[in-house]
């Protein structure tokens, strides 16, 4: 079974950047179509960008310009690169599997951003 570890989250003001990782381990990650997601408080989890094993990348409205999703299949890791971020950016962030079936969800990382 694959384990998921994102980190790379913090407090940040808006108009500011953070890097996320999500390292996978345990399975075949360079053949999959990897997301990042986000879950903010009250609020389902949502698609923030998704990005093929070839490295073709989609991206939700509300991040496009400001993000950019990035993987290295040899470190088994996808990154995920958040600029100009927004107080609503302010969510738990996960990566998994873009597609069904997922694996075993991480413990997600905190960003928040606030002045």
């Known amino acids: 079974q694959v384990q998921l570890v994102e980190s790379g989250g913090g407090l940040v003001q808006p108009g500011g950047s953070l890097r996320l990782s999500c390292a996978a381990s345990?399975?075949?990650?360079?053949?999959?179509?990897m997301g990042w997601y986000r879950q903010a408080p009250e609020k389902q989890r949502e698609l923030v960008a998704g990005?093929?094993?070839?490295?073709?990348?989609t991206y939700a409205d509300s991040v496009k310009g400001r993000f950019t999703i990035s993987r290295d299949n040899a470190k088994n890791t996808v990154y995920l690169q958040m600029n100009s971020l927004k107080p609503e950016d302010t969510a738990v962030y996960y990566c998994?599997?873009?597609?069904?079936?997922?694996?075993?969800w991480g413990q997600g990382t905190q960003v928040t951003v606030s002045s």
């Open positions: 990005i093929t094993s070839g490295g073709s990348t």
């Open positions: 345990g399975g075949i990650f360079g053949m999959y179509t």
């Open positions: 998994n599997r873009r597609f069904a079936p997922a694996w075993n």
